[in-house]
């Protein structure tokens, strides 16, 4: 990815608009959470907060923005997070994250999400699709209490399906890293897509000649790691598409990866998985999130 820098024909890295900065801070206030700190730098920003799951009226749903249509060559992203203790927060992005073609540099985006003691913290983005020729590093940093729980999603796809581009982006780089306070390391997930490789992208344990893969982490001390493996393995075994379900270290959680090449089927599916470890760890269902 580095190989790839070169000063950009328009705005170079760190000019005004090419570097997002959302700094949010999640404290409890009374009965309910509440975002009690926030900075934000364009093109990263966020609305205020909505109150709108009924069965979780103390939960704030805060739908990350960005100002520019989506992620440009040479923007440079941060997202600091921090939920307190005893919070209960929904993070999510208003759309997809789009990753825009490049023909100098690269884009990155930084997301560092710290989790206290005895906190419950949702953060499912929409999917990420990169574009033609996109050049687009990310690194998610979990910051995790023993006593605290973190649903964690992704969802890639392959490139704009209805124009017909299946990993024409040129690099596709991810790094997952969940660690304790104390900084000893709990899992790991690195996403290497670069399809002019030798490897290409299609083979298995990446896309395996689908068009979309999601992931959906779950850490939690709320349940054992088999228990939430089971839920997992059951909501997505109705779906029909091909998964994968196993447990993480230590019996902090369980982890599940699924592959399609029907988008709509994917949301489906991500959801039934986000429902049922919902129902299961908190006792209520997965809420209607509108998006337009």
Same mark, same amino acid.
């Given at each position: 990815?580095?190989?790839?820098?070169?000063?950009?024909?328009?705005?170079?890295?760190?000019?005004?608009?090419?570097?997002?900065?959302?700094?949010?801070?999640?404290? *409890?206030?009374?009965?309910?959470?509440?975002?009690?700190? %926030?900075?934000?730098? $364009?093109? +990263?920003? !966020?609305? #205020? =907060?909505?109150?709108?799951?009924?069965?979780?009226?103390?939960?704030?749903?805060?739908?990350?923005?960005?100002?520019?249509?989506?992620?440009?060559?040479?923007?440079?992203?941060?997202?600091?997070?921090?939920?307190?203790?005893?919070?209960?927060?929904?993070?999510?992005?208003?759309?997809?994250?789009?990753?825009?073609?490049?023909?100098?540099?690269?884009?990155?985006?930084?997301?560092?999400?710290?989790?206290?003691?005895?906190?419950?913290?949702?953060?499912?983005?929409?999917?990420?699709?990169?574009?033609?020729?996109?050049?687009?590093?990310?690194?998610?940093?979990?910051?995790?209490?023993?006593?605290?729980?973190?649903?964690?999603?992704?969802?890639?796809?392959?490139? *704009?399906?209805?124009?017909?581009?299946?990993?024409?982006? %040129?690099?596709?780089? $991810?790094? +997952?890293? !969940?660690? #304790? =306070?104390?900084?000893?390391?709990?899992?790991?997930?690195?996403?290497?897509?670069?399809?002019?490789?030798?490897?290409?992208?299609?083979?298995?344990?990446?896309?395996?000649?689908?068009?979309?893969?999601?992931?959906?982490?779950?850490?939690?001390?709320?349940?054992?790691?088999?228990?939430?493996?089971?839920?997992?393995?059951?909501?997505?075994?109705?779906?029909?598409?091909?998964?994968?379900?196993?447990?993480?270290?230590?019996?902090?959680?369980?982890?599940?990866?699924?592959?399609?090449?029907?988008?709509?089927?994917?949301?489906?599916?991500?959801?039934?998985?986000?429902?049922?470890?919902?129902?299961?760890?908190?006792?209520?269902?997965?809420?209607?999130?509108?998006?337009?």
């Amino acid at each position: 990815m580095l190989a790839l820098d070169s000063p950009p024909d328009t705005l170079a890295a760190g000019r005004p608009g090419k570097v997002g900065l959302l700094e949010l801070r999640y404290a *409890r206030v009374g009965d309910r959470t509440e975002l009690v700190d %926030r900075y934000q730098k $364009s093109p +990263l920003q !966020v609305m #205020r =907060p909505l109150y709108v799951d009924p069965l979780r009226p103390d939960m704030p749903v805060t739908y990350l923005m960005s100002t520019g249509g989506g992620i440009l060559q040479a923007d440079r992203n941060r997202i600091d997070v921090d939920c307190g203790p005893d919070t209960a927060v929904h993070l999510t992005t208003q759309a997809a994250t789009k990753v825009h073609r490049m023909e100098f540099d690269h884009a990155t985006q930084v997301v560092n999400l710290r989790v206290q003691d005895g906190s419950y913290v949702e953060y499912l983005p929409d999917p990420l699709i990169p574009y033609r020729d996109a050049r687009f590093y990310q690194h998610t940093r979990v910051t995790l209490d023993s006593s605290a729980t973190v649903l964690l999603g992704e969802t890639i796809a392959a490139g *704009r399906l209805a124009r017909d581009e299946r990993h024409a982006y %040129r690099m596709l780089f $991810s790094d +997952l890293e !969940v660690r #304790r =306070p104390d900084g000893s390391l709990l899992a790991v997930d690195s996403v290497r897509l670069e399809p002019q490789s030798a490897g290409g992208v299609s083979g298995p344990a990446v896309f395996a000649g689908h068009d979309l893969t999601a992931s959906l982490y779950v850490l939690t001390p709320l349940a054992p790691a088999a228990r939430v493996a089971d839920v997992l393995h059951e909501a997505l075994l109705a779906t029909g598409l091909l998964f994968g379900v196993s447990v993480l270290p230590d019996d902090s959680g369980a982890w599940a990866r699924i592959l399609s090449s029907d988008s709509p089927a994917v949301t489906r599916a991500v959801r039934a998985a986000w429902d049922a470890v919902r129902r299961l760890l908190i006792g209520v269902p997965a809420p209607d999130l509108r998006k337009s």
